[in-house]
C-alpha cells in the first residue's frame, strides 16, 4: 500500500457515458467522439438502459447520440478528468441498468441484471468490500441514497451502524470522522439521472471534494468518481466482450462510463487501459492492504494502485467549492489519441455462478432473457508479427534472427488456467498467486516481450476451458530437483507444474516458481526455441527465469506497493542478442549486465555446435561448471527436462 493513501474515497453518479460527458478531453488527446448533437441540461427525459435497450445498443446501434457541453456545463469534472488520471477505456461492469452495476463497485459479482422492485428487493449473502474491511478492522462508512441503496442487498451489512444517508458525509467529514473507506451515493437530482440537471450533482461531487480538502485529506486520499451504467447514451468505442449470457449476448463488459481517479499522490493523464467497474473494489483492496475478495472477477483484475505514486511531489488540490475553475489548457500541438487496445481476453466466457460468503454459489444472473444468437461472440484477431527466435522442432542446431519484440500490441494472447491440486497452498493463496501473475505479465513482462496472457483461478473441480494453458500447483516433485517445469501435452497445448511443497522445502516462494514457469512458457510455448550465439557457436534455449534464477521481486514493488507475492526476474530480450552491448542491463531489475550473461544463482542451457554429440549442457552462474542434460530424453520427450541439483544450487526448467 503506498504510504501516502490512507483512505480512499468512491463516488458513483449515475447513466452517462464516456463521450456523452467528457467530449472536451478531445484536445488533450482522449479517444472522445466530438461533433455530436449538443445534450441541453437538464435533458428533456430518461431513456431505456436497461437490458434489452444494452441488447438493442449492442445490435442495432440504437441509443441517444448526444454529447454535454463539458466546458459550460460540467467545469469541474473537466478540471478533474485533466488534472488527475483520467481511464477512457473504463466501463460499466455489465450491459444493463443500475443495480448490477452497483454490485459489480462494492463486491465484483451480481445475481440480477436487473433493478429489482425496492419495496421487496432480496437479500443475498455476498461478499463485499465493506465486509472485508469490517473483518480486517478497517473503518468504513457506506454513504448510501435512499432505503439504504445499494447496501441493502448485502446481508452481512443489513443494519450495520456503518450504512448511513449521503447526508452525512460532509458532516462527518468537518468534524474528523471520515474512514477509511468511504463509498457515496447520492438521491436524485444529485445523482445527475437523467432528466436531473447534471450540475446539481456535479455541485455535491464538488463541495465533497473540497470538505476532504479543506479537513487536510488531499495528500492522504484517493478518490475515484464513476457512473453506474451507460444511461442509455451513445458511444462510439466498442467494448471487449468478456463474459456472455446463456442466450450468448455480452454481458461484460458494458459500454464506457468516466472513471476519474484523483488525489494528492494520482499521476495524471489519459489512461487507456481497458478496466471495469470490478477495478475499483480492486483496486480499493490493493490500496487499503485488504485481502482477497474470493470473486474472481474483482480478485484477477490487475487494478488501478500503479496510478498512485508515493515518490512524486503531490498536485495542488482542485479549485474550493464555490472558486473559479481554471482548467489548464491543452497541450500543443494537440495529441494524437492511443488506439484502442486490443481487447484483454482471449476468448468470451459464460457468466459465472454468484459466489457466498462462507461456503455455496448462486446460480450464474440471467433473470433478463434476450433473443438466442447463434454463437457466443467473438474476439478480434491480434495483429502484429510475434518475435522471431531459432525455431526448430527439437531444438536442433540452425541459424535464425536475433530476438527481438515487435512495437505496438502484443502479438500473443494466452488463456492461462491455475489450478490448485496442492495441499499446501489454500484456494484463497493461490488465487492471489494468480492475481500476482496477472499483474507481473500485464505490467512488466508483457510490455518487455510482446506477449500477453489472461490468467484465471479455478478450484479444483471447476471446468478447464477447452485449449486453455493449465499452469497446475501441486505439493511434491515428480522429477528430482525440479521444483518445476513446463511442457506440452499431446496435443500440443503448453502446461506447467509447480511443486510447492519442494519449493518451500528449498527455501523459495511457490509464487516465484509459478512466474518462471508461466513466463517461460509464454515465451517459448513448445519447448522449441534457441538463440544463437555465432561468435561462440553455440544455441542457448530460449528461457527467460533460468539466467536470473534467485532475484525474485515483490510483484507490487514497481509501483511502490508491497503485495508479500515474490514473483520471478526475467531476462530482457537484450539478453539474447549477442550484439548488445556489455553494459546494458539485460534483465528487468538490472541485475545482469550484456548478453548470456548469468546472475550468481542463475544457469543456461546450450548446445555446443562445434560438439553437437555431447547434447544439451549446463552452464551455471557460480560454479561455471557443466552438466550433461539427457539430450535423448529431452528430444525424445520435447521437454527442456528439469535440471539436476549440483553443490545445492536449485534449479527450475
Known amino acids: 500500500m503506498p504510504a501516502a493513501v490512507k483512505r480512499v474515497v468512491v463516488f458513483v453518479q449515475?447513466?452517462?457515458?464516456?463521450?456523452?460527458?467528457?467530449?472536451?478531453?478531445?484536445?488533450?488527446?482522449?479517444?472522445?467522439?466530438?461533433?455530436?448533437?449538443?445534450?441541453?441540461?437538464?435533458?428533456?427525459?430518461?431513456?431505456?438502459?436497461?437490458?434489452?435497450?444494452?441488447?438493442?445498443?449492442?445490435?442495432?446501434?440504437?441509443?441517444?447520440?448526444?454529447?454535454?457541453?463539458?466546458?459550460?456545463?460540467?467545469?469541474?469534472?473537466?478540471?478533474?478528468?485533466?488534472?488527475?488520471?483520467?481511464?477512457?477505456?473504463?466501463?460499466?461492469?455489465?450491459?444493463?441498468?443500475?443495480?448490477?452495476n452497483h454490485l459489480i463497485l462494492v463486491g465484483g459479482q451480481t445475481p440480477t441484471l436487473r433493478n429489482p422492485p425496492r419495496r421487496t428487493a432480496p437479500v443475498w449473502d455476498m461478499p463485499s468490500v465493506f465486509g472485508l474491511a469490517e473483518d480486517a478492522g478497517v473503518s468504513w462508512r457506506a454513504y448510501a441514497a435512499s432505503g439504504s441503496y445499494p447496501v441493502s442487498f448485502y446481508q452481512q451489512l443489513q443494519g450495520s451502524k456503518n450504512v448511513v444517508s449521503s447526508s452525512h458525509f460532509l458532516a462527518d467529514t468537518k468534524r474528523g470522522a471520515l474512514p477509511s473507506l468511504a463509498y457515496v451515493w447520492h438521491n436524485s437530482?444529485?445523482?445527475?439521472?437523467?432528466?436531473?440537471?447534471?450540475?446539481?450533482?456535479?455541485?455535491?461531487?464538488?463541495?465533497?471534494?473540497?470538505?476532504?480538502?479543506?479537513?487536510?485529506?488531499?495528500?492522504?486520499?484517493?478518490?475515484?468518481?464513476?457512473?453506474?451504467?451507460?444511461?442509455?447514451?451513445?458511444?462510439?468505442?466498442?467494448?471487449?466482450?468478456?463474459?456472455?449470457?446463456?442466450?450468448?449476448?455480452?454481458?461484460?463488459?458494458?459500454?464506457?462510463?468516466?472513471?476519474?481517479?484523483?488525489?494528492?499522490?494520482?499521476r495524471t493523464g489519459v489512461d487507456s487501459r481497458w478496466c471495469s467497474h470490478a477495478s475499483v473494489p480492486k483496486t480499493v483492496l490493493q490500496l487499503l492492504g485488504l485481502?482477497?475478495?474470493?470473486?474472481?472477477?474483482?480478485?484477477?483484475?490487475?487494478?488501478?494502485?500503479?496510478?498512485?505514486?508515493?515518490a512524486m511531489a503531490p498536485s495542488s488540490p482542485p479549485p474550493a467549492y464555490g472558486a473559479a475553475i481554471n482548467v489548464p489548457a491543452p497541450p500543443t500541438p494537440t495529441p494524437a489519441p492511443a488506439p484502442v487496445p486490443p481487447w484483454p481476453v482471449i476468448a468470451s466466457v459464460p457468466v459465472p455462478a454468484v459466489v457466498l460468503r462462507g461456503a455455496g454459489t448462486l446460480p450464474p444472473p440471467y433473470d433478463v432473457k434476450l433473443p438466442a444468437q447463434p454463437a457466443p461472440p467473438t474476439v478480434p484477431v491480434r495483429s502484429g508479427p510475434?518475435?522471431?527466435?531459432?525455431?526448430?522442432p527439437t531444438r536442433t542446431p540452425g541459424p535464425g534472427p536475433t530476438p527481438a519484440p515487435p512495437p505496438g500490441a502484443p502479438a500473443v494472447r494466452a488463456l492461462t488456467v491455475v489450478v490448485n491440486e496442492s495441499t499446501v497452498l489454500s484456494d484463497s493463496e493461490a488465487a492471489q498467486l494468480t492475481q500476482a501473475l496477472q499483474e507481473q505479465i500485464s505490467r512488466q513482462f508483457g510490455p518487455a516481450w510482446a506477449v500477453d496472457a489472461e490468467v484465471r483461478f479455478l478450484a479444483r473441480a471447476a471446468a478447464v476451458p477447452s485449449g486453455a494453458w493449465i499452469l497446475h500447483l501441486l505439493d511434491t516433485s515428480n522429477q528430482a530437483g525440479a521444483l518445476g517445469y513446463h511442457d506440452e501435452d499431446g496435443n500440443e497445448v503448453p502446461y506447467a507444474r509447480v511443486f510447492?511443497?519442494?519449493?518451500?522445502?528449498?527455501?523459495?516462494?511457490?509464487?516465484?516458481?509459478?512466474?518462471?514457469?508461466?513466463?517461460?512458457?509464454?515465451?517459448?510455448?513448445?519447448?522449441?526455441?534457441?538463440?544463437?550465439?555465432?561468435?561462440?557457436?553455440?544455441?542457448?534455449?530460449?528461457?527467460?527465469?533460468?539466467?536470473?534464477?534467485?532475484?525474485?521481486?515483490?510483484?507490487?514493488?514497481?509501483?511502490?506497493?508491497?503485495?508479500?507475492?515474490?514473483?520471478?526476474?526475467?531476462?530482457?530480450?537484450?539478453?539474447?542478442?549477442?550484439?548488445?552491448?556489455?553494459?546494458t542491463a539485460t534483465d528487468y531489475r538490472g541485475a545482469l549486465s550484456g548478453p548470456f550473461v548469468l546472475g550468481p544463482k542463475g544457469y543456461v542451457s546450450?548446445?555446443?555446435?562445434?560438439?553437437v554429440a555431447k547434447g544439451w549442457q549446463q552452464q551455471l552462474g557460480k560454479e561455471r561448471g557443466e552438466l550433461p542434460l539427457g539430450i535423448d530424453e529431452r528430444l525424445t520427450r520435447r521437454r527442456h527436462a528439469a535440471p539436476h541439483k549440483q553443490t545445492g544450487a536449485k534449479h527450475q526448467a
Open 291 to 310: 485481502p482477497a475478495l474470493g470473486v474472481s472477477r474483482a480478485d484477477l483484475d490487475p487494478g488501478l494502485a500503479d496510478l498512485v505514486d508515493q
Open 386 to 392: 510475434p518475435p522471431t527466435p531459432t525455431r526448430t
Open 14 to 100: 449515475e447513466n452517462h457515458t464516456t463521450d456523452n460527458y467528457f467530449r472536451a478531453l478531445a484536445p488533450y488527446g482522449a479517444n472522445v467522439a466530438t461533433g455530436w448533437a449538443t445534450t441541453p441540461d437538464p435533458p428533456a427525459h430518461d431513456q431505456p438502459h436497461d437490458r434489452h435497450a444494452y441488447f438493442n445498443w449492442l445490435t442495432q446501434g440504437i441509443a441517444t447520440r448526444s454529447q454535454f457541453d463539458t466546458v459550460g456545463v460540467l467545469p469541474y469534472y473537466l478540471y478533474l478528468a485533466v488534472t488527475g488520471a483520467f481511464l477512457e477505456n473504463h466501463c460499466s461492469g455489465f450491459g444493463t441498468n443500475s443495480t448490477p
Open 500 to 583: 510447492c511443497q519442494t519449493a518451500r522445502d528449498a527455501g523459495d516462494a511457490p509464487s516465484e516458481v509459478a512466474s518462471h514457469e508461466l513466463l517461460e512458457m509464454l515465451v517459448d510455448p513448445h519447448v522449441n526455441a534457441a538463440a544463437p550465439d555465432l561468435a561462440h557457436n553455440r544455441l542457448y534455449a530460449w528461457e527467460v527465469g533460468d539466467a536470473c534464477q534467485g532475484n525474485g521481486y515483490d510483484v507490487g514493488a514497481p509501483t511502490g506497493r508491497t503485495t508479500g507475492v515474490v514473483v520471478a526476474d526475467f531476462v530482457l530480450p537484450g539478453w539474447m542478442d549477442p550484439h548488445t552491448p556489455a553494459a
Open 606 to 611: 546450450y548446445l555446443d555446435l562445434n560438439d
Open 189 to 266: 437530482p444529485q445523482d445527475e439521472h437523467p432528466p436531473a440537471d447534471v450540475r446539481t450533482g456535479m455541485d455535491v461531487i464538488w463541495q465533497c471534494v473540497d470538505a476532504v480538502v479543506q479537513a487536510g485529506g488531499w495528500e492522504e486520499t484517493v478518490f475515484l468518481l464513476t457512473w453506474d451504467d451507460w444511461g442509455g447514451w451513445d458511444d462510439h468505442v466498442t467494448t471487449p466482450a468478456v463474459e456472455y449470457t446463456p442466450d450468448n449476448v455480452q454481458v461484460a463488459y458494458g459500454p464506457r462510463v468516466p472513471l476519474l481517479m484523483f488525489g494528492g499522490h494520482v
